[in-house]
Structure formats: structure tokens, C-alpha cells
């Protein structure tokens, strides 16, 4: 963060991968949240890592999703096919801690004559409600809709859409011989509560990361037969 290491990020997330819980779906959750504790603004999210998009392509999604071909584009002198997705089947990929589907779309840039990705764009477009200020009988902020709706007091809800967009650009990787992410661009739009004045306002917030420092990681190991 501003050109420094975060402090207390490397060891936790090590230990995650490092050491093995007996359930993989808590493992799995707890590395979602550690990576996303240092996400920008107030929107909850912890599917913004670069290779998202990717793990829709692997043969045990593929059936969640309706591809088409959407166009053609140049990437580097290379020509790609534009291809549309959307998800069809629920539940969903990506759901809300409550729960509630997140259907995706997006596109997919591919080279048609080897299946590389050069590029990938998902978005998620919901309905989420806004309330101008925290009624005094419900400090949760979510109290009774219709009632709230029909008195227009103090904390009258109001419903508004809400979208989260990642696109990703891919690079080749001279010293690996393979694509990897290069600039992951984000734009999310939604209800923020201030932790000041207690009210909820529509949010936009932008975020450009770019990847670089990419390692190989490698193991080795030999075989010792017992006489």
C-alpha cells in the first residue's frame, strides 16, 4: 500500500496455504477473506482476484454458462474471437453473505487456434436497497420495507442497481512461455454505509492493480525404499 508492504499480510495468508484444515470449503474462505481485507472503499467483495474469469472456462463449469461468439478483435497482433458468456444455473458462483444469487456475464477474448485468454471482462448487475438514515428502532438499518415505504420517514427505503465490473488484460511472460495477468481494472457501484453519520449513500469506486514479481513455484521429492 502506497509503495510499502502491508504489515502482518505475508504470514497469516502463508499459513493458510501452508497448513491443511480439515474442512477445504472453511480453508478456501478464509483465504477469500484474507485477501480481500485491504479491498478499497466500503463495498464487500472477495471475488476481485485476477484469474476469476478463467475458472469459468474449466469443463466443470462450463455447463453453468451460454457462450456466443460476439465478434472478432486484434490483441497484440494476435487475432482473438470475442466471446459473450452468461450463467444459467443456480445456485450461482458468486452469492451474497445472505445467500442471494449473482448471475455473471461478461466476455472472453480467445485465441481460436490454441484457447489462450487475452483478455476477460465479468460483471454482476443486482437490485440492492438504500436507506437515506438508520431508523432509531432498528440499528441493523433493515427494518419492516413496506412499512418504512408507505410512512417515507426517516429511513424509507429506496432501491437502486448496483453492478460490479473486472476486466483483466493478460501479457506473455517471457521467462515462462505463458500469459499471465498484467492490469486488472474495477469498477463497483453500491450502497456504502458511513461508520460516521449512520446513513447509506450510492458509491463508485474505480481500482487499477497491476501484477508483476510472477514466481514458479517447484517442488521435488525422491522415493526411499525400505530394505
Known amino acids: 500500500m502506497d509503495g510499502k508492504p502491508v504489515s502482518e499480510r505475508q504470514d497469516p495468508l502463508e499459513k493458510l496455504f501452508v497448513q491443511s484444515p480439515a474442512a477445504a470449503i472453511d480453508q478456501g474462505r478464509q483465504i477469500a477473506q484474507e485477501s480481500a481485507r485491504y479491498n478499497m472503499g466500503g463495498i464487500q467483495r472477495n471475488f476481485n482476484v485476477p484469474t476469476t474469469a478463467l475458472f469459468f472456462l474449466q469443463p466443470a463449469n462450463l455447463a453453468r454458462f451460454r457462450f456466443k461468439k460476439a465478434g472478432e478483435d ?7 474471437w470475442k466471446v459473450g458468456y ?22 472472453l477474448w480467445i485465441d481460436p487456434t490454441d484457447g489462450r485468454v487475452f483478455k476477460t471482462h465479468m460483471e454482476i448487475i443486482s437490485e440492492a436497497r ?12 433493515y427494518g419492516d420495507l413496506e412499512t418504512r415505504q408507505q410512512s417515507g420517514g426517516a429511513g424509507a427505503l429506496r432501491r437502486i442497481n448496483t453492478s460490479a465490473s473486472i476486466t483483466v488484460t493478460y501479457r506473455l511472460e517471457p521467462r515462462f512461455g505463458l500469459l499471465v495477468p498484467s492490469v486488472m481494472l474495477e469498477t463497483y457501484e ?9 446513513e447509506e ?27
Open 130 to 141: 438504500l436507506t437515506s438514515a438508520r431508523p432509531n428502532s432498528d440499528p441493523s438499518g
Open 201 to 227: 449513500s450510492a458509491t463508485k469506486i474505480n481500482c487499477r492493480a497491476t501484477c508483476s514479481g510472477f514466481k514458479r513455484f517447484e517442488t521435488s521429492g525422491r522415493v526411499v525404499v525400505q530394505k
Open 86 to 107: 452468461e450463467e444459467t444455473r443456480k445456485p450461482t458462483i458468486i452469492r451474497t453473505s445472505a445467500g442471494k444469487d449473482m448471475p455473471l456475464r461478461g466476455t
Open 190 to 198: 453500491g450502497p456504502s454505509l458511513s461508520q460516521f453519520s449512520g
Open 74 to 80: 486484434s490483441i497484440d497482433g494476435v487475432a482473438v
